[in-house]
């Protein structure tokens, strides 16, 4: 006997302003809107999905419905309504910000920076983004809801290439209104290390302490987050399955998930599933609290749903972190870099993700990183590679700072100091 369809659709509809900036010169205004709609099936405990780019609810759940047919086996209880919680996304400041005062702040970074360098070898880009998001969200349980988010993004990519050195230089942020991103301290901070990246210098291969920054930090998490998706805990194939309420780190870590932070540019009211937003603890001193999951990989792993589904309107749901947030610590980053005789000081990594991460394996050079020696920073280092496995390194660590920053609009990071890092060096 056929079972009754259930089904929920995902709209998204977009528009993006970008004003890009390309070795120093404007390259590119371009109003972008999009429409997208993804609909998800459940009927006779299988599931089908189709997207489109045109409003047409019924012929969604048409086509959806037939692929449903040939679908993977799916056992969820799809949610029913409830009152979510109305963070505000969307500052009319932000919405009615001009092209023109985006080109403004673009030009004057440029002129920062050629002012600054004065090296005609120096590749300048720079981009500012006004993203306008319009999100609705049913299903067959009743559930009919909506929000709207508007956010400004800046991001400076500076590149300088001369015989055997190639100086990368890096940095961006997101927020809800525009005089949060920190332009000027951000152009200050790049040209900062412009300058300091003049001076190069070695290390010999060996075990050395590292210490990450806020930058570095989400980039060398990030076999810590494949290890915890919902999904690779289902597939068996995550080095932390069946690790839940074990510790993983040293006591001093803690992580979590916000879903709701005020300041946080991944804040949502509900999940790609209709879930209300809410917050999570992933690890607790140094103690893994939880996955993250969807409706699905929650019932085929026997663990609770954590909202952290994931979508757009073409995709399907998949688990997906927000607002992360590691916890601070007692020492200040100053006083983490002055206990150190010989390390590194990690600004941004490459390679990330190459490695085995599901093992929590990494394997990264350095994009940008320097020298400490006697407790102070020295020269820019190059052709440093660093490699080792996420989980034994995190187990003994040398301290976390008291000082914590909001780095690429979603992130709260410290400092962390590592005791025994494998470096290649040369």
Known sequence: MAKEMKYDIFTQITEVTPVVFENGELKQIERRETYSSGCRVILNDRVGFSSTTIKDDKELIERSKRSAEYGREIIIELPEPVEYESPELSFKATED??????????????????????????????????????????????????YRKCTTTITFF???????????????????????????????????????????????????????????????LVPFTVCINGENIEKGISILKDKKGEKIFDSSITIIDDQLDKRGTATRPFDGEGLPSRRNTIVENGILK????????????????TSNASRSGSTMPSPSLTNLRVGHGEKSKDELIESIDKGILVY???????????????????????????????????????????????????????EIELVYGDMYMPYIMLNNVSVAGG
């Open 348 to 402: 941004f990594l490459s390679g990330v993700g190459q490695s085995n991460t599901l093992a929590g394996e990494f394997q990264n050079g350095l994009y940008l990183g320097y020298l400490i020696e006697d407790g102070k920073i020295k020269g820019r280092l190059k052709n440093v590679m660093l490699s080792g496995n996420l989980f034994d390194v995190m187990k003994n660590i040398g301290g976390i700072s008291k």
């Open 290 to 305: 939880s996955y993250i999951h969807t409706l699905s990989s929650a019932h085929n792993t026997n663990d609770q749903p």
């Open 97 to 146: 910000i001009k092209t023109e005062d985006m080109v403004d702040i673009g030009v004057a970074s440029v002129n920062k920076f050629q002012n600054a360098f004065k090296n005609p070898d120096v590749n300048i880009n720079v981009e500012l983004r006004k993203n306008l998001s319009n999100i609705q969200f049913m299903n067959s349980e009743g559930i009919d809801t909506t």
């Open 158 to 220: 500076i590149t300088r290439s001369k015989e055997g050195d190639l100086l990368w230089l890096y940095d961006g942020d997101e927020a809800f209104q525009i005089e949060d991103l920190k332009i000027d301290q951000m152009v200050d901070k790049i040209i900062d290390h412009y300058e300091k990246s003049q001076n190069t210098t070695s290390i010999k291969t060996g075990t050395y302490p590292v210490i990450m920054t806020p930058y570095a930090l989400p980039q060398f």
